[in-house]
């Protein structure tokens, strides 16, 4: 099983994970960092593993963990 986290500080909320997430498991959220962006949710449920979102972000924003 696998789960994505977003560091919300480096988070620019450009939206490339979002249309990249074949699941759908990463939207835009509602919250904003200290440097102003609205910075992407994710849901910790249904992740593949696939690393489509961590590959598109630009700001190595996004990781991706395996749970054991």
């Known amino acids: 099983m696998f789960y994505i986290k ?6 620019k909320g450009c939206l490339l994970c979002v249309s990249e ?4 498991l990463i939207k835009s959220g509602n919250n904003f960092n200290s440097k102003g962006w609205l910075v992407v949710s994710a849901e910790a449920e249904g992740c593949t593993g696939c690393r489509r979102c961590v590959t598109v972000c630009p700001d ?7 749970e054991n």
């Open 6 to 11: 977003v560091d919300s500080e480096l988070c």
């Open 21 to 24: 997430c074949p699941k759908g």
């Open 60 to 66: 190595l924003a996004i990781k991706l963990y395996r």
